[in-house]
C-alpha cells in the first residue's frame, strides 16, 4: 500500500511538472519612442528598463503575461523636453506603461502579437508585428508599432508655433530567459 502512494505522488508531480509554464526573464531590452515637433526636430525617448512577468507553455505562440517599464525611465537626449514629455503622460498618476500579451498568431513572415497596451490610465487593443527567435533558451522579440497620443486621450503639446506630431513610432528589442 505504502509503495502506491509513493508511485501515485512522483507520478503526479511528474504530470504537474508537465503542465509547469515555465517563466521568462528579461535579460535585456530597449524600447524607443519616436515622434517629431513639426518645424523643429526629433524626439527619440528611450528605456532600457524593460520588465516583464511572462510564460511560455511550449512553443513561441504559447507566451503571455506582461511587458512593462517605469515611465520616468525614458529619456530623451534633450532633458527640458523630458520633463515636458512627464508632464503630457501624467507620471505622478500614471506610473508605468504595460503591454498585457493576450495571444501571439505565427504568420507568413513572423508573428503578430495581439494584447493591450495601458498608456495613461486608457487600455487599447493592439497588434504587434514583432521577429521571435529562440536559440539556447533565449527567445528575442523585435519589432515596432505605432499609436496616436489622441487615442489615449493625450493633446499633442504645442510650444509657442510648434506641435508635436500625434503619431508614435515604437521600436523594441526584448531579449527573454526561460
Known amino acids: 500500500m505504502f509503495k502506491k502512494i509513493v508511485f501515485l505522488i512522483i507520478l503526479s508531480l511528474g504530470l504537474c511538472a508537465d503542465n509547469y509554464a515555465n517563466n521568462l526573464s528579461v535579460t535585456s531590452g530597449e524600447i524607443k519612442a519616436h515622434t517629431e515637433v513639426f518645424g523643429d526636430s526629433e524626439i527619440n525617448p528611450t528605456t532600457k528598463d524593460v520588465k516583464a512577468n511572462l510564460t511560455i507553455e511550449n512553443g513561441l505562440d504559447s507566451i503571455k503575461g506582461q511587458i512593462f517599464f517605469e515611465t520616468i525611465t525614458l529619456i530623451s537626449d534633450k532633458k527640458d523636453r523630458d520633463e515636458n514629455m512627464y508632464e503630457l503622460l501624467n507620471i505622478q498618476k500614471y506610473k508605468t506603461i504595460s503591454f498585457d500579451i493576450k495571444n501571439i498568431v505565427k504568420n507568413e513572415t513572423n508573428y503578430d502579437i495581439n494584447g493591450v497596451l495601458s498608456l495613461n490610465g486608457v487600455t487599447k487593443n493592439i497588434t504587434l508585428k514583432s521577429n521571435i527567435n529562440e536559440q539556447n533558451n533565449q527567445i528575442l522579440f523585435d519589432g515596432g508599432f505605432l499609436?496616436?497620443?489622441?487615442?489615449?486621450?493625450?493633446?499633442?503639446?504645442?510650444?509657442?508655433?510648434?506641435?508635436?506630431?500625434?503619431?508614435?513610432?515604437?521600436?523594441?528589442?526584448?531579449?527573454?530567459?526561460?
Not at 489622441?150 to 531579449?175: A, G
Open 147 to 178: 499609436f496616436n497620443l489622441t487615442d489615449f486621450n493625450l493633446e499633442p503639446p504645442t510650444l509657442l508655433f510648434l506641435t508635436v506630431r500625434n503619431q508614435i513610432d515604437i521600436s523594441y528589442k526584448i531579449e527573454f530567459k526561460r
